[in-house]
Protein backbone atom coordinates (compact mmCIF):
# COMPACT_ATOMS: atom_id res chain seq x y z
CA UNK A 1 0.00 0.00 0.00
CA UNK A 2 2.65 2.47 1.12
CA UNK A 3 4.52 2.01 -2.54
CA UNK A 4 1.03 2.76 -4.48
CA UNK A 5 1.30 5.43 -2.73
CA UNK A 6 4.28 6.50 -3.39
CA UNK A 7 3.76 6.38 -7.02
CA UNK A 8 0.40 7.94 -7.13
CA UNK A 9 1.63 10.70 -5.59
CA UNK A 10 5.19 10.75 -7.86
CA UNK A 11 2.35 10.70 -10.88
CA UNK A 12 0.40 13.54 -9.63
CA UNK A 13 3.48 15.92 -9.14
CA UNK A 14 4.67 14.59 -12.61
CA UNK A 15 0.70 15.26 -14.09
CA UNK A 16 0.80 18.70 -12.37
CA UNK A 17 4.48 19.96 -13.77
CA UNK A 18 3.23 19.26 -17.19
CA UNK A 19 0.23 20.89 -16.96
CA UNK A 20 1.47 24.18 -15.97
CA UNK A 21 4.40 23.78 -18.42
CA UNK A 22 1.82 22.98 -21.16
CA UNK A 23 0.19 26.27 -20.02
CA UNK A 24 3.15 28.34 -20.79
CA UNK A 25 3.89 26.96 -23.94
CA UNK A 26 0.51 27.84 -24.97
CA UNK A 27 1.18 31.11 -23.88
CA UNK A 28 4.08 31.72 -25.80
CA UNK A 29 2.94 31.08 -29.32
CA UNK A 30 -0.06 34.03 -29.08
CA UNK A 31 2.59 36.44 -28.21
CA UNK A 32 5.20 35.85 -31.01
CA UNK A 33 2.56 36.18 -33.88
CA UNK A 34 1.21 39.77 -31.97
CA UNK A 35 5.13 41.27 -32.38
CA UNK A 36 5.49 39.34 -35.91
CA UNK A 37 2.74 41.20 -37.34
CA UNK A 38 3.68 44.67 -35.50
CA UNK A 39 7.39 44.71 -37.75
CA UNK A 40 5.29 43.68 -40.63
CA UNK A 41 3.03 46.69 -40.25
CA UNK A 42 5.87 49.27 -39.44
CA UNK A 43 8.27 48.19 -42.26
CA UNK A 44 6.03 50.04 -45.54
CA UNK A 45 5.84 53.29 -42.90
CA UNK A 46 9.22 53.69 -43.70
CA UNK A 47 9.54 53.73 -47.33
CA UNK A 48 9.46 57.35 -48.38
CA UNK A 49 7.57 58.62 -51.06
CA UNK A 50 9.56 61.06 -53.43
CA UNK A 51 6.52 63.36 -53.55
CA UNK A 52 4.31 64.65 -50.60
CA UNK A 53 1.60 66.43 -50.64
CA UNK A 54 0.17 69.49 -48.06
CA UNK A 55 -2.70 70.88 -47.53
CA UNK A 56 -3.14 74.03 -45.36
CA UNK A 57 -5.48 76.23 -44.62
CA UNK A 58 -5.86 79.99 -43.10
CA UNK A 59 -9.32 81.09 -42.28
CA UNK A 60 -10.82 84.87 -41.46
CA UNK A 61 -10.15 84.32 -37.43
CA UNK A 62 -6.55 84.68 -39.04
CA UNK A 63 -5.84 81.23 -38.10
CA UNK A 64 -4.02 77.93 -39.74
CA UNK A 65 -5.74 74.95 -39.11
CA UNK A 66 -2.22 73.07 -39.14
CA UNK A 67 0.80 74.08 -36.19
CA UNK A 68 2.60 71.60 -37.35
CA UNK A 69 3.95 69.63 -40.64
CA UNK A 70 5.91 66.66 -41.10
CA UNK A 71 7.93 65.56 -44.03
CA UNK A 72 11.27 64.11 -44.70
CA UNK A 73 14.59 64.93 -45.96
CA UNK A 74 14.88 65.41 -49.51
CA UNK A 75 11.26 65.21 -50.00
CA UNK A 76 9.40 67.43 -53.17
CA UNK A 77 6.69 69.11 -51.07
CA UNK A 78 4.11 70.17 -52.93
CA UNK A 79 2.19 72.73 -50.59
CA UNK A 80 -1.07 73.98 -51.00
CA UNK A 81 -2.45 76.87 -48.97
CA UNK A 82 -6.38 77.42 -49.08
CA UNK A 83 -7.85 80.36 -47.78
CA UNK A 84 -10.81 79.19 -46.93
CA UNK A 85 -12.06 82.62 -45.99
CA UNK A 86 -14.34 85.43 -47.30
CA UNK A 87 -12.08 88.70 -46.94
CA UNK A 88 -10.24 90.68 -49.16
CA UNK A 89 -6.60 90.02 -49.59
CA UNK A 90 -6.10 93.42 -48.49
CA UNK A 91 -7.72 92.89 -45.58
CA UNK A 92 -7.18 89.34 -44.22
CA UNK A 93 -4.48 88.04 -46.72
CA UNK A 94 -1.94 85.07 -46.23
CA UNK A 95 0.71 83.27 -47.10
CA UNK A 96 3.29 80.30 -46.27
CA UNK A 97 6.71 81.04 -45.61
CA UNK A 98 9.00 79.11 -44.39
CA UNK A 99 11.78 80.39 -42.86
CA UNK A 100 15.71 79.27 -42.67
CA UNK A 101 16.82 78.04 -39.30
CA UNK A 102 17.86 80.52 -36.76
CA UNK A 103 15.83 83.27 -38.68
CA UNK A 104 13.83 85.49 -35.86
CA UNK A 105 10.14 84.79 -36.86
CA UNK A 106 9.56 88.45 -35.17
CA UNK A 107 12.00 90.04 -36.95
CA UNK A 108 11.41 88.50 -40.33
CA UNK A 109 7.96 89.46 -39.87
CA UNK A 110 8.66 92.95 -38.96
CA UNK A 111 10.72 93.54 -41.45
CA UNK A 112 7.99 92.42 -43.89
CA UNK A 113 5.52 94.94 -43.23
CA UNK A 114 7.68 97.10 -45.06
CA UNK A 115 7.26 94.80 -48.06
CA UNK A 116 4.30 95.46 -49.26
CA UNK A 117 5.07 95.68 -52.98
CA UNK A 118 7.35 92.74 -52.79
CA UNK A 119 4.56 90.35 -51.46
CA UNK A 120 5.53 91.05 -47.53
CA UNK A 121 8.89 88.89 -48.57
CA UNK A 122 11.34 91.45 -48.36
CA UNK A 123 13.58 91.47 -51.12
CA UNK A 124 17.06 92.06 -49.01
CA UNK A 125 16.40 88.86 -46.97
CA UNK A 126 15.80 86.53 -49.55
CA UNK A 127 18.08 83.50 -47.53
CA UNK A 128 16.41 83.51 -44.69
CA UNK A 129 13.22 82.20 -46.94
CA UNK A 130 13.43 78.75 -48.11
CA UNK A 131 10.00 78.56 -49.94
CA UNK A 132 6.78 80.78 -49.65
CA UNK A 133 3.43 80.97 -51.44
CA UNK A 134 2.04 84.26 -52.68
CA UNK A 135 -0.54 86.33 -50.51
CA UNK A 136 -3.72 85.27 -51.47
CA UNK A 137 -7.67 86.43 -49.99
CA UNK A 138 -10.45 84.50 -49.89
CA UNK A 139 -11.82 81.98 -51.58
CA UNK A 140 -8.26 81.59 -53.24
CA UNK A 141 -5.45 79.03 -53.48
CA UNK A 142 -1.94 78.96 -54.49
CA UNK A 143 0.28 75.71 -55.05
CA UNK A 144 4.20 75.73 -54.77
CA UNK A 145 6.55 73.02 -54.84
CA UNK A 146 10.03 72.66 -53.27
CA UNK A 147 12.97 70.32 -51.82
CA UNK A 148 12.29 69.61 -47.75
CA UNK A 149 15.64 70.95 -46.70
CA UNK A 150 18.12 69.07 -44.30
CA UNK A 151 16.77 67.56 -41.02
CA UNK A 152 15.55 69.63 -38.07
CA UNK A 153 12.72 71.86 -37.00
CA UNK A 154 11.73 74.93 -39.25
CA UNK A 155 9.17 77.59 -38.72
CA UNK A 156 7.03 78.95 -40.76
CA UNK A 157 4.50 82.00 -40.73
CA UNK A 158 2.36 84.20 -42.40
CA UNK A 159 4.07 87.38 -43.50
CA UNK A 160 0.94 89.46 -43.72
CA UNK A 161 1.23 92.52 -41.19
CA UNK A 162 0.26 91.31 -37.89
CA UNK A 163 -0.70 87.76 -38.42
CA UNK A 164 2.54 86.15 -37.73
CA UNK A 165 1.81 85.73 -34.03
CA UNK A 166 -0.96 84.01 -34.59
CA UNK A 167 -0.47 82.33 -38.02
CA UNK A 168 2.40 80.41 -37.09
CA UNK A 169 4.16 76.46 -36.86
CA UNK A 170 6.89 74.08 -36.68
CA UNK A 171 7.97 71.80 -40.35
CA UNK A 172 9.32 69.60 -39.18
CA UNK A 173 11.77 67.13 -41.48
CA UNK A 174 12.69 64.04 -40.69
ZN1 LIG B 1 -2.32 85.76 -42.78
Avoid at 61 to 69: G, H, S, T
Avoid at 115 to 144: C, F, L, M, W
Wanted: charged share 20%; aromatic share 6%; hydrophobic share 40%.
Amino acid sequence: MKKNLIILSALAITMASCGGGSTEKKAEPMKAPAKTSTTEEAAPAEEVPAVVEVVIEGNDQMKFNLDKIEVHEGQTVKLTLKHVGTMAVEAMGHNWTLLAQGVDMADYAAAAVAAKDNDYQPADRSADVIAHTKTIGGGDEVTIEFTAPAKGTYTYVCTFPGHYGMMNGKFIVK
